[in-house]
């Protein structure tokens, strides 16, 4: 689950996230909070349609699953099989597309990669709250809150740049290094890895949230004596106001995971140095761009102990020079 994937997920993707056991059962709680009988509610991005089978067997009136994906065939199977397909209407279509004679009373959603900020999900649930919900209903998720920390990950990041470092068959592969790590990856760390204070770098609030771009500075002070690698970003999600779940390094592994954004390379810091990192995601296309530009100030003097890194998701793809002109003309 990243913001590179093909555009359909597999059938195998939509099980691995109806076997996260901890996802579909807060979200299970959630909907018995809100859903009440006759109910109508809207599941977007409704993959197999497990949300929506799981409001109409709670009572609710109508389901609507909207679903772009051929995966919502399995949905309707499903559905039948369970005797429930008379209280289900399954749209294969964008949100944007879709219209209804009545606006809903639920709104329910994970349209998220490994981070909320994936794709166009933050214009679809935009999109989706104005034209289609009604002026009280409920929104689930209520909010997403973006954190961050930094890490100490040697195996990982040495599996991003090893490749790039050194020579094979005594050719020189470092113009691939530079490309390596202005990628972030997927990854799952362990609390014992965060070598920083833990950020919010921004709340997603669903019900107010009007775009997809999102940038902020943090300053994570160092807890230990380590070599750091890079920071760790996840989110945690409140689905009502007293239900969620954490991805949390340290947290039961969800099908999310966490997202690693690597440094060039590992720098050893001490106890109360100040890492800065103002890390930016610009919606560009049908994709985010990421920037992430980070400092490392030293805690006695705090003078800065490392030059500025400047680090971008562009520089992490091969361009042509023909593909950069193809792209300047297109933004003109």
Excluded at 83 to 104: C, H, M, N, W, Y
Excluded at 178 to 197: H, K, T, Y
Excluded at 223 to 233: C, F, I
Excluded at 277 to 288: M, Q
Aim: aromatic letters at 8%; proline letters at 5%.
């Amino acid at each position: 689950m990243n913001d590179r994937e093909p555009n359909l997920y597999g059938v195998q993707s939509y099980g691995d996230m109806i076997a996260d056991s901890v996802r579909v059962a807060r979200y299970r709680e959630a909907l018995a909070q809100t859903v009440t009988p006759g109910c109508r509610v809207l599941d977007l991005g409704a993959g197999a349609g497990l949300f929506s089978l799981i409001a109409a067997r709670l009572g609710a009136g109508h389901v609507f699953a909207v679903e772009p994906g051929e995966v919502i065939q399995v949905g309707r199977e499903i559905a039948r099989a369970n005797g429930l397909d008379g209280k289900i209407s399954f749209l294969q279509k964008r949100g944007a597309d879709v219209t209804l004679d009545e606006p809903v009373d639920v709104l329910v959603s994970d349209v998220r990669g490994i981070l909320p900020l994936f794709r166009g999900a933050i214009a679809a649930i935009r999109d989706a709250r104005d034209r289609l919900l009604a002026p009280d209903g409920v929104m689930l998720p209520l909010r997403d809150h973006i954190y961050a920390g930094i890490v100490e990950a040697p195996d990982l990041h040495a599996r991003i740049v090893a490749p790039w470092s050194s020579g094979v068959d005594g050719i020189d592969m470092g113009a691939g290094r530079e490309l390596a790590v202005n990628e972030w990856s997927r990854a799952r760390f362990g609390a014992d890895q965060l070598i920083s204070e833990v950020q919010r770098w921004t709340t997603l609030d669903y019900p107010t949230v009007a775009g997809p771009n999102v940038s902020g500075v943090m300053r994570l002070p160092v807890t230990r004596e380590a070599t750091a690698h890079g920071m760790a970003v996840w989110f945690d999600t409140e689905l009502t106001e007293d239900v969620g779940f954490s991805n949390a390094p340290g947290e039961p592994e969800l099908v999310y995971g966490n997202t690693f954004f690597p440094w060039p390379t590992g720098l050893r810091v001490a106890a109360g140095d100040v890492v800065e990192v103002d890390l930016k995601a610009n919606l560009v296309g049908s994709h985010h761009l990421w920037r992430w530009e980070t400092r490392v100030f030293d805690g006695g003097s705090h003078t800065e102990r490392h030059p500025l890194w400047r680090q971008s998701t562009f520089h992490g793809v091969p361009l042509s020079l023909a593909t950069l002109h193809a792209v300047d003309r297109e933004r003109r």
